[in-house]
């Protein structure tokens, strides 16, 4: 089982998406656990206030050491082998690689910081620090949620098809998918590829990828530089870039 510590300053923020979809069934089938510790109750006053101003001036609070690494140090007492990550804007950006290398571990601790973030001094007592994008939230809460998310589906077990996730987005060859289509055959004028309903799984396949292609191309044109593309691949891919006749509206 693949055991989460989220340690929060709002606990009460993962209540109804840790006990949802595919995370809560996987919950439920003892696949993995979801637990959340409140950084409040390391606090060492009586008023359980965990920020201060920040040394040098600045607009903001600012999250102190102390109730962060005592929280910190209570989770390894009870969980040596738990591997803690600091969700910040200054980390390395979260990917399907990522995501597949923490489904390997047993305990994963995410440590969400708020206010200006937690007092640097703090960070010296995690294993990482990841950013899902780059773009600022008001706490780590939601970048927490997204990693349990994403790791937990590529567990052994928790989706219906084993395969799901090795024919997706960003999963081996970092090319996007293609597109999927299901009933009805026609949506108000809108048909399914003909060639999907051909039963001919050899030419369904070929479409595939060169949809994928298309799709990267026109979508995320920077992944084609680090796929891995056969002849074949790179012909199609030179025929989506020529340049289109303007009286006949074909390619040249």
């Known amino acids: 089982m693949l055991s989460f510590h989220i340690l929060t300053l709002f606990p009460e923020y ?14 439920q089938k003892g696949l993995i656990s979801v637990e959340t510790t409140n950084i409040r109750d390391y606090a060492d006053n009586k008023h359980n206030r965990v920020d201060d101003v920040p040394f040098g001036g600045g607009g903001g609070m600012v999250m102190q050491a102390g109730p962060v690494v005592r929280a910190i140090e209570d989770l390894r007492e009870s969980s040596p082998e738990v ?3 600091h969700l910040s804007p200054k980390g390395r950006p979260f990917t399907q690689e ?7 571990k047993t305990h994963i601790g995410l440590v969400c910081g708020h206010y200006e973030g937690i007092d640097a001094r703090a960070e010296t007592y995690m ?3 990841i950013s899902i994008g780059d773009f600022v939230l008001t706490g780590g809460e939601t970048a927490s949620i997204v990693i349990v998310d994403a790791v937990s589906r590529l567990r052994e077990g928790v989706l219906g098809n084993p395969t799901s996730p090795l024919a997706e987005s960003h999963t081996g060859d970092p090319l996007l998918e293609h597109p999927h289509y299901t009933r009805p055959r026609n949506f108000r004028g809108a ?6 309903l051909s039963g001919n799984h050899a030419a369904i396949d070929q479409w595939r ?3 994928s292609l298309k799709e990267t191309h026109e979508r995320r044109p ?6 891995q593309l056969s002849a074949k691949d790179r012909t199609y ?3 989506l870039q020529k340049p289109i006749d303007q009286k006949t509206g074909k390619k040249t």
Do not use: C, N, Q, W
């Open 209 to 211: 990828r060169e949809a």
């Open 98 to 104: 990522i995501a597949f290398e923490l489904s390997k």
């Open 127 to 129: 294993d990482d620090a």
């Open 83 to 85: 591997h803690v990550i």
């Open 222 to 227: 920077e992944l084609l530089e680090i796929g």
């Open 191 to 196: 048909d399914v590829p003909e060639i999907l």
């Open 237 to 239: 891919l030179t025929g």
């Open 14 to 27: 993962f209540e109804s998406p840790m006990e949802s979809s595919i995370v809560g069934r996987a919950r």
